[in-house]
């Protein structure tokens, strides 16, 4: 599902960066007005922060890692077995599963 959502994000900004860099020849050229510099700035400061998207994903994955490696030394990921109490386990790999979620959606801000 996660991957489901990041595709998604992902195919937005690709939309966005293509009609971004469309659209930069007309936003740089207000550099050459005085009144249009402020403009032209927050175009070029959201085209950067547009090609920088991935890099949230990163370090979302990142920290994903650390804590799915975490709760496995802890032997907090659930083995499902005949009479084995599933609570603790599901707890966390539910607050993994919602990070995953939540860190696709909100890395790109």
């Given at each position: 599902?996660?991957?489901?959502?990041?595709?998604?994000?992902?195919?937005?900004?690709?939309?966005?960066?293509?009609?971004?860099?469309?659209?930069?020849?007309?936003?740089?050229?207000?550099?050459?007005?005085?009144?249009?510099?402020?403009?032209?700035?927050?175009?070029?400061?959201?085209?950067?922060?547009?090609?920088?998207?991935?890099?949230?994903?990163?370090?979302?994955?990142?920290v994903?890692?650390?804590?799915?490696?975490?709760?496995?030394?802890?032997?907090?990921?659930?083995?499902?077995?005949?009479?084995?109490p599933?609570?603790?386990?599901?707890?966390?790999?539910?607050?993994?599963?919602?990070?995953?979620?939540?860190?696709?959606?909100?890395?790109p801000?």
């Amino acid at each position: 599902m996660a991957w489901g959502i990041q595709y998604i994000v992902k195919l937005v900004g690709d939309v966005l960066l293509t009609s971004g860099w469309a659209l930069s020849p007309i936003f740089l050229s207000f550099f050459m007005l005085r009144p249009m510099a402020g403009v032209a700035q927050k175009y070029l400061l959201g085209l950067v922060a547009l090609v920088c998207w991935p890099f949230g994903w990163v370090i979302a994955a990142v920290v994903t890692n650390a804590m799915v490696d975490a709760a496995a030394a802890a032997n907090l990921v659930p083995v499902i077995s005949a009479g084995n109490p599933l609570g603790m386990p599901t707890l966390t790999m539910l607050l993994i599963g919602s990070w995953m979620l939540v860190s696709s959606v909100l890395a790109p801000w």
